[in-house]
């Protein structure tokens, strides 16, 4: 859709199908902010936190089946199955948006419709695109107000006829006549759709409240929407983090990095370097979209303005930027307060405060063994108020890439870091990588590996193998030497006790001087089978406590494991069908025969 009146024709042609009491056009200023949160706390929807300790903080309890996004629930409804490809649900776009229409009908009888225009990225970058998202939820409009730049500033662009993306959102739960309230209204598990239609750049959201559900600028819009319109326009937008990383010389590098959720991207984003000299500021903990310069680099943007985090696990000692960044204007949901507004989830590194009540919304006994905040429990808070925020991160252009990280959780096999001999084989790094389930997850497949390209399964608009020729593409746009380098870590090898050998946190900051070394030219490494491999006098280890042996052991290519490793890629992109591209076949049949040489 594009321009003032397409948008005030679908305002109208929703509200007509919804039906709401009111509509609220938001413009994004903060006494407006302040007001829809007064009526929430008014309401019982939303509590204040302490004042004091947590300075225009609130925090929300969703409905206990409203707590994470849900992926069998979510469709690219492309017109024909095969583009949306083996990683993604699809149906018929006609029928879905039967279905969605119906659903929709009336759907927001006795609230409010809110219209917010938003920008995802810099509201004057070039490479920034505009959305406006319908929704019956004032949770996502102050949500919204943190995670995107949105109000008057993108309607005017708007109005000005630029393109904007169509975000339909309702939590499902119309009232009628006298009917009262839930404190966090939705619709149940088979009643939600989390809807994408390629052709018409459109998304229908319907009966979550919740995060990636909901805030629909976030994963539907910047990565599914997004890397649609990417691959039509000839660039990159991706689920990785992007850090800037000065040396003790003053140096400045730029990286962005893929992994799959729960492996520390926002803990990586806001590093504390423990090698002298060295500092990470962050650029974006999420979202990387990158895009080719006139000089051939490639330059990433965040296209998001804060951090929707999970809270547990969060302490001063894991990242304490995070910590610092909530403490003042920031929206918690699923954690543990208690009746003087203290806040607490498990991990947070203090003991908790007396007399909590627990995510559910009942008396928290710490003896009882259940979690008092939900494991996905979340923050939302403002990107500006990070103390590691590097100061041109909303710059326009975006920041140059020196280097890419992927990896995920592995055991065993994966070397802390390998870098790729050129950019198709980090292609195919991108395309393997992958984590361990763990108990938390299927139990039938524990330590079998779910492999994730780019930690973009749930996030990619269309077919995986089309998306995987895309990043391949990339030396048709730009050169080899220009590209930036690409690295595989893996922070999470395990000895045989089970306990990690890697300190990770702070001590990851010397494999990024290593990836700095590399991209000068300065460091050696050895040439292995699956790639460039320091050894373990090539790392930075200054002042750190590790058992020689053990790292030696995590820096060491076994044939066995890595021809085991082979076998089951193979599989995998086996799985991926006759689009997988033939190059990655070919660096696996290449990986292969160096496994199996002398
Ligand atoms: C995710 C998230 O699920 O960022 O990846 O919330
Ligand atoms: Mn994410």
């Excluded at 406006?132 to 708007?158: C, F, Q």
């Amino acid at each position: 859709m594009k321009g003032k009146q397409m948008l005030l024709d679908w305002v109208e042609e929703i509200r007509a199908l919804t039906t709401p009491d009111e509509v609220h056009w938001f413009s994004g200023s903060q006494e407006e902010i302040k007001s829809l949160t007064d009526m929430m706390v008014e309401k019982g929807i939303a509590e204040r936190l302490n004042e004091e300790l947590y300075p225009g903080c609130t925090h929300f309890r969703s409905d206990a089946s409203d707590v994470a996004r849900v992926e069998d629930r979510t469709f690219i409804s492309s017109k024909l199955e095969e583009d949306s490809g083996p990683t993604n649900n699809w149906e018929d776009p006609v029928e879905l948006k039967k279905t969605l229409t119906g659903l929709f009908t009336g759907s927001m009888k006795g609230r409010t419709l809110y219209v917010i225009p938003f920008s995802m990225g810099p509201i004057d970058s070039p490479y920034s695109k505009l959305g406006v998202e319908i929704t019956d939820s004032p949770y996502v409009v102050i949500n919204m107000a943190i995670m995107t730049r949105a109000g008057d500033a993108a309607l005017a662009r708007i109005e000005a006829g630029e393109e904007f993306v169509p975000c339909l959102h309702s939590v499902g739960a119309p009232l009628e006549e006298g009917q009262e309230d839930v404190a966090w209204p939705c619709a149940p598990m088979d009643k939600k759709y989390i809807a994408h239609f390629p052709e018409d750049r459109a998304i229908w959201s319907f009966g979550s409240g919740y995060g990636g559900n909901a805030l629909l600028g976030k994963k539907c819009f910047a990565l599914r929407i997004a890397s649609i319109q990417a691959r039509d326009e000839g660039w990159l937008a991706e689920h990785m983090l992007i850090l800037k990383l000065t040396s003790p010389e003053g140096k400045v590098y730029h990286v962005t990095g893929a992994f799959p959720s729960a492996c520390g991207k926002t803990n990586l984003a806001m590093l504390v370097p423990t090698i002298e000299g060295w500092k990470v500021e962050t650029v974006g903990d999420d979202i990387a979209w990158m895009h080719y310069g006139e000089d051939g680099r490639l330059y990433a943007i965040n296209p998001e303005a804060g951090f929707f985090g999970v809270a547990p696990g969060t302490s001063e000692k894991s990242n304490p930027s995070a910590m610092a960044t909530i403490q003042k204007n920031t929206i918690f949901t699923n954690n543990a307060t208690n009746a003087k507004g203290e806040l607490w989830w498990e991990g947070m590194g203090v003991e908790a405060p007396e007399n909590l009540v627990d995510w559910k919304g009942q008396p928290w006994d710490p003896e009882s063994g259940e979690k008092a905040a939900h494991p996905n429990a979340r923050f939302t808070t403002p990107a500006s108020q990070c103390p590691t925020i590097a100061p041109d991160w909303e710059a326009p252009m975006g920041v140059p890439i020196d280097a890419i990280l992927v990896g995920g959780r592995r055991a065993t096999t994966i070397p802390l870091v390998h870098e790729s001999f050129n950019w198709q084989h980090g292609v195919f790094m991108g395309s393997i990588m992958g984590s361990e389930v763990t108990a938390a997850v299927i139990s039938d497949k524990i330590g079998q590996v779910r492999r994730d390209p780019f930690a973009m399964l749930p996030f990619i608009g269309y077919h995986v193998g089309d998306y995987l020729k895309n990043w391949l593409s990339a030396t048709e746009k730009s050169s080899e030497d220009k590209l930036p380098r690409i690295f595989y870590v893996n922070w999470f090898r395990k000895n045989d006790e089970g306990k990690f050998i890697w300190p990770g946190f702070g001590d990851n900051s010397r494999v990024l001087k290593w990836i700095t070394e590399r991209i000068d030219g300065t460091a050696p490494a050895r040439k292995t089978p699956i790639g460039y491999v320091p050894a373990f006098e090539d790392l930075d280890l200054t002042g750190l406590d590790v058992d020689e042996e053990e790292i030696r052991d995590i820096l060491t290519i076994d044939r066995d494991e890595w021809l085991e490793e082979a076998r089951s890629i193979r599989e995998h992109f086996d799985g991926y069908g006759e689009k997988m591209p033939r190059e990655l076949y070919d660096e696996l049949d290449a990986l292969e025969e160096r496994l199996s040489e002398d």
